[in-house]
T-cell receptor, first 113, second 113 residues
Framework: AQSVSQHNHHVILSEAASLELGCNYSYGGTVNLFWYVQYPGQHLQLLLKYFSGDPLVKGIKGFEAEFIKSKFSFNLRKPSVQWSDTAEYFCAVNIYNFNKFYFGSGTKLNVKP | EAQVTQNPRYLITVTGKKLTVTCSQNMNHEYMSWYRQDPGLGLRQIYYSMNVEVTDKGDVPEGYKVSRKEKRNFPLILESPSPNQTSLYFC????????????FGEGSRLTVL
């Protein structure tokens, strides 16, 4: 089975700090990549996605992610976090031509005001 | 409004009492899937469906059944629930796995006593 690893389970930052959340996957072929965010008590919402093209993708709310094929990574970044970014973040992989989505275990981000 | 609707949102039941969690989407999506979310494990796919009458197992299908008799509906059936099925369940849909992101329902929190 394929795996998606998120290295940080819990991150605590102060407002205005920079954020980088790691994501690595195990499949060697073509993949579609996603970052989802889950605010407390809510369902998952798409932050950004990568299918092809420019490996640096921009999403909503100032988030961006970089796909590095050689490292099987898709790290999420934000230059300056806000208190409202407190949430759980999930990396997800869809293997091209396959019908399954694989999710990481999630990273809980706590931003202190 | 485009949405995925799950019911019930909260349910407490007892071991062995059959239950069904409904899922409906109004986006004419072909692909639908069910996930369970457990602390530290992220989201794990239970079952998915590529279209009407086409369903397949995900990574954790034991103890669950699904059906897809209509394009918009994809109910999750627990024939004989057990305490290890206590979890938060999400239904999601997509135009197709390789064409777009997943749209999630609000979640159904199930407790099996």
């Amino acid at each position: 089975a394929q795996s998606v690893s998120q290295h940080n389970h819990h991150v605590i930052l102060s407002e205005a700090a920079s954020l980088e959340l790691g994501c690595n996957y195990s499949y060697g072929g073509t993949v579609n990549l996603f970052w989802y965010v889950q605010y407390p008590g809510q369902h998952l919402q798409l932050l950004l996605k990568y299918f092809s093209g420019d490996p640096l993708v921009k999403g909503i709310k100032g988030f961006e992610a970089e796909f590095i094929k050689s490292k099987f990574s898709f790290n999420l970044r934000k230059p300056s976090v806000q208190w409202s970014d407190t949430a759980e973040y999930f990396c997800a992989v869809n293997i091209y031509n396959f019908n399954k989505f694989y999710f990481g275990s999630g990273t809980k981000l706590n931003v202190k005001p | 409004e485009a949405q995925v609707t799950q019911n019930p949102r909260y349910l407490i039941t007892v071991t062995g009492k059959k239950l069904t969690v409904t899922c409906s989407q109004n986006m004419n999506h072909e692909y639908m899937s069910w996930y369970r979310q457990d602390p530290g494990l992220g989201l794990r796919q239970i079952y998915y469906s590529m279209n009407v009458e086409v369903t397949d197992k995900g990574d954790v299908p034991e103890g669950y059944k699904v059906s897809r008799k209509e394009k918009r509906n994809f109910p999750l059936i627990l024939e004989s629930p057990s305490p290890n099925q206590t979890s938060l369940y999400f239904c999601a849909s997509s135009l197709s796995p390789g064409a777009g992101e997943l749209f999630f329902g609000e979640g159904s929190r199930l407790t099996v006593l």
